[in-house]
C-alpha cells in the first residue's frame, strides 16, 4: 500500500490540499437542521480493512433513523495531515448505501483547523457541496489555550494569526474536544450543533454512535 505513494509526492497532495482549502464557503446555514451524519471511521490495520460508517439522526431528537456501514481495502496510507485521502473515499462509497440526504454532516477529525486549512471535514464538504463540522478528539494544531472547566467555554485555535478553530468543553471535568468548520458553516454554528448534540459523553452523539457502530461492525466481521 505504501508503494502507491511513489507516483504521487507529498508535496503535490499539500497542492491538492491548498486547492480544495480554497473552494470553502464560510457562511450560515440556509436551512433548519431536520438531519444530522456522524462519521467515524474503524480500521483493521493488520489487514488494512476499514470499516467507514455513517449514521443519521433526526434533529434535535438525536434519534437514529438510517445507519450505513461497509467493509473495504484500505488504500492509502496513514499519513498524520493526511488523513483525507484515505478516509474520505472510504466514506463516500459508504455513502452510497445512505437513502437520506443529511442537512449537516459531524466527522471525527478536523475541518481548518489543520496545517493546510484541508482536514478531512473540509475534503467532505467541497466533494459533497454539504455543511461539515469537524470535531476531533486531539488537536492538530498547537496554538491554544485551554478553556474554563465549564461546559460550553471555549477558546479559539490559531493557525499564525488566523482563527480556524475552537477547543470547545462539552462537560466539566472531562478533556476538551476541538471544533472547526469544514464547509458552508459558520464558527459559531460549528460550536453550537456540537453542544446541542451532546448528551451524556463528551463527545457529540452523531460521532458516539457512529464509532460504536464501527466497532460493532469490526468485531462482528
Known amino acids: 500500500m505504501l508503494g502507491q505513494l511513489d507516483k504521487i509526492s507529498l508535496e503535490e497532495l499539500k497542492v491538492k490540499q491548498k486547492e480544495i482549502a480554497k473552494k470553502?464557503?464560510?457562511?450560515?446555514?440556509?436551512?433548519?437542521?431536520?438531519?444530522?451524519?456522524?462519521?467515524?471511521?474503524?480500521?483493521?490495520?493488520?489487514?488494512?480493512?476499514?470499516?467507514?460508517?455513517?449514521?443519521?439522526?433526526?434533529?434535535?431528537?438525536?434519534?437514529?433513523?438510517?445507519?450505513?456501514?461497509?467493509?473495504?481495502?484500505?488504500?492509502?496510507?496513514?499519513?498524520?495531515?493526511?488523513?483525507?485521502?484515505?478516509?474520505?473515499?472510504?466514506?463516500?462509497?459508504?455513502?452510497?448505501?445512505?437513502?437520506?440526504?443529511?442537512?449537516?454532516?459531524?466527522?471525527?477529525?478536523?475541518?481548518?483547523?489543520?496545517?493546510?486549512?484541508?482536514?478531512f471535514a473540509v475534503h467532505l464538504g467541497v466533494i459533497l457541496n454539504l455543511p461539515t463540522i469537524g470535531?476531533?478528539?486531539?488537536?492538530?494544531?498547537k496554538n491554544f489555550k485551554e478553556p474554563k472547566n465549564k461546559k460550553g467555554a471555549t477558546s479559539p485555535i490559531y493557525l499564525e494569526n488566523e482563527i480556524v478553530g475552537f477547543v470547545v468543553r462539552t462537560k466539566e471535568n472531562v478533556k476538551p474536544v476541538y471544533v472547526s468548520p469544514g464547509n458552508l458553516i459558520t464558527f459559531e454554528e460549528a460550536i453550537k450543533f456540537v453542544l446541542a448534540t451532546v448528551d451524556k459523553y463528551r463527545i457529540p452523539e452523531p460521532l458516539r454512535k457512529a464509532h460504536n457502530l464501527s466497532k460493532k461492525f469490526k468485531e462482528s466481521s
Open 24 to 119: 470553502v464557503i464560510l457562511k450560515p446555514l440556509t436551512k433548519p437542521i431536520r438531519y444530522i451524519a456522524g462519521i467515524d471511521v474503524g480500521y483493521d490495520s493488520e489487514q488494512d480493512i476499514a470499516y467507514p460508517a455513517i449514521v443519521i439522526l433526526k434533529y434535535p431528537e438525536l434519534k437514529v433513523i438510517e445507519e450505513a456501514i461497509i467493509r473495504c481495502k484500505v488504500k492509502f496510507p496513514y499519513i498524520p495531515t493526511f488523513l483525507s485521502f484515505r478516509e474520505v473515499p472510504l466514506i463516500l462509497e459508504a455513502f452510497k448505501k445512505i437513502s437520506i440526504k443529511p442537512d449537516l454532516i459531524m466527522v471525527d477529525g478536523q475541518g481548518l483547523a489543520h496545517p493546510r486549512k484541508a482536514g
Open 135 to 141: 470535531c476531533a478528539k486531539k488537536p492538530l494544531l
